[in-house]
C-alpha cells in the first residue's frame, strides 16, 4: 500500500516521537539507577563503618575482661581494695559486652523478620525500676540520679504488652539518656496514661540533638557522632531497634529535643486485649 506524502510524514512523525520518548525515558531510568546505585554505595559504606564499630564494640570490652582477671590471677599479693576494684571494672566491661551483644541479636532477630509480639501481664514499675538498678554502676559513675515518677495514680500498674521488647525498649532509651546526659546531674523517667496508652518518658537534661539530626536518628547504623574523634559510645542501633519494637507492639514514639538542653523520648504503647496474651507470669 502507498502512502501519500501527508501519511509518510505524519507516519515519520509519529516514529520521531515514539523515539524521542523512549531516550526520555532511558534518560529517566539512567538517572534513577543512580540515585539507586549512589544509595548502595552509602549504604554499603554505611555498613562497613557500623561492622568497624561493632567489631571495636566487641573487642574492646572482651581485651578488658581477659586482662583485667589475667592481672587477679597472675599476680600475688594483691590487696583486697585492688581486687575489688579490678573485679568492679570486669563487671562493667561484662555488662557492657551483655548489653551490645543482645542489641546485635535483638537486630538480626528483627531483620530475619522473626521478631513477634508476645503479650502477657508485666509489672510495670518493677520492670523499669530492674532496669535502673541493673544500671547502677553507671549512674555512680557518671554522678547521674534516675529519679522514676508515677503519675498514674496507681501503686501497683499491671499492663499488658511484650516483657521482653517493652525491657528492651526501656533499656536502649535509658542507656540513651544517660549516656548524653553530659554535665548533667539527673534523668527523669516518667509513667502515666494518655488517651488510653500508657506512656514512659525519659527526660535528661544533657547535650541535646540538633533539629538537623532529629530525622535521623532512629535510622538504621546512624551515630549522632562518627569517626575517631567521637566522644559516645555504642555502634548506633539502640534506637533504630527501638523504633522496631515500638512498631511490632504498634506503638509510637515521639522525640522533643533543643540542642545543648537535652531531649525526651516519650513512647505511647496501646492498651492490648486480654484474648491476646500469650503468657500470664507477670514478668518483668
Do not use: W
Amino acid at each position: 500500500m502507498k502512502l501519500s506524502d501527508k501519511e509518510l510524514l505524519d507516519e515519520l512523525k509519529t516514529r520521531f516521537e515514539r523515539n524521542a520518548q523512549t531516550v526520555e525515558d532511558q534518560s529517566r531510568l539512567m538517572t534513577q539507577l543512580q540515585i539507586v546505585n549512589h544509595k548502595l554505595e552509602k549504604s554499603e559504606h554505611v555498613k562497613s563503618q557500623f561492622l568497624s564499630n561493632i567489631k571495636n564494640e566487641v573487642n574492646n570490652p572482651l581485651a578488658s575482661i581477659l586482662g583485667l582477671s589475667h592481672n587477679i590471677f597472675s599476680f600475688k599479693n594483691l590487696t583486697p581494695e585492688k581486687i575489688a576494684s579490678s573485679a568492679e571494672l570486669i563487671y562493667m566491661e561484662a555488662f557492657n559486652l551483655d548489653f551490645q551483644m543482645a542489641n546485635i541479636f535483638m537486630a538480626a532477630e528483627i531483620e530475619a523478620g522473626e521478631a513477634f509480639p508476645n503479650y502477657m501481664h508485666v509489672d510495670i514499675y518493677q520492670l523499669i525500676q530492674h532496669t535502673i538498678d541493673s544500671f547502677a554502676h553507671l549512674t555512680k559513675k557518671k554522678n547521674i540520679t534516675i529519679e522514676l515518677q508515677n503519675k498514674t495514680e496507681l501503686q501497683e500498674l499491671i499492663f499488658v504488652t511484650d516483657s521482653e521488647k517493652l525491657q528492651r525498649i526501656v533499656q536502649n532509651l535509658l542507656s540513651n539518656a544517660i549516656e548524653y546526659s553530659q554535665g548533667a546531674e539527673k534523668v527523669i523517667i516518667i509513667i502515666s496514661f494518655e488517651n488510653e496508652h500508657l506512656k514512659i518518658s525519659f527526660q535528661d537534661f544533657g547535650i541535646g540533638i540538633s533539629s538537623e539530626q532529629l530525622p535521623t536518628i532512629f535510622d538504621r547504623f546512624r551515630q549522632l557522632e562518627t569517626g575517631t574523634t567521637k566522644t559516645h559510645g555504642g555502634h548506633g542501633l539502640g534506637l533504630s531497634i527501638v523504633k522496631a519494637l515500638i512498631d511490632i507492639l504498634n506503638a509510637n514514639i515521639d522525640v522533643q529535643s533543643n540542642l545543648g538542653e537535652g531531649s525526651c523520648f516519650s513512647v505511647y504503647i496501646p492498651k492490648t486485649d486480654d484474648s491476646q496474651i500469650i503468657s500470664d507470669d507477670f514478668s518483668s
